[in-house]
């Protein structure tokens, strides 16, 4: 089983940037797709970004332009850097991960993080 350790989370100002980072366990790391995913209150959980095991990468149309994901298999770990951060990306981000290609949906991820709180103030 893959474990997910998330940081980087914290509060910043609109306009900063902030880079959250996921590390796994395990040595398929770079056989599996992973995902950034958020949850603020009220709201479904929703797609952020993903990257595949060829470092294809898809991205939802909020943050296109403004957030990068990457990963580095010699460290085990992906990253998502995040620029000229809005009051709406204030959510929890959570790391994901599943064999094979990425998806959009949450459900078909297999193993998941802990969350970490990004806010972001005006």
């Known amino acids: 089983q893959v474990q997910l350790v998330e940081s980087g989370g914290g509060l910043v100002q609109a306009g900063d940037s902030l880079r959250l980072s996921c590390a796994a366990s395990g040595r398929t790391f770079s056989t599996y797709a992973m995902g950034w995913f958020r949850q603020a209150p009220g709201k479904e959980r929703e797609i952020v970004a993903a990257?595949?095991?060829?470092?294809?990468?898809i991205y939802a149309d909020s943050v296109k332009g403004r957030f990068t994901i990457s990963r580095d298999n010699a460290k085990n770990t992906v990253y998502l850097q995040m620029n000229s951060l809005k009051p709406e990306d204030t959510a929890v981000y959570y790391c994901?991960?599943?064999?094979?290609?990425?998806?959009?949906?949450?459900?078909?991820?297999?193993?998941w993080g802990q969350g970490t709180q990004v806010t972001v103030s005006s």
């Open positions: 994901a991960a599943k064999p094979g290609s990425y998806s959009y949906t949450a459900g078909t991820y297999n193993y």
């Open positions: 990257i595949s095991w060829s470092t294809s990468t």
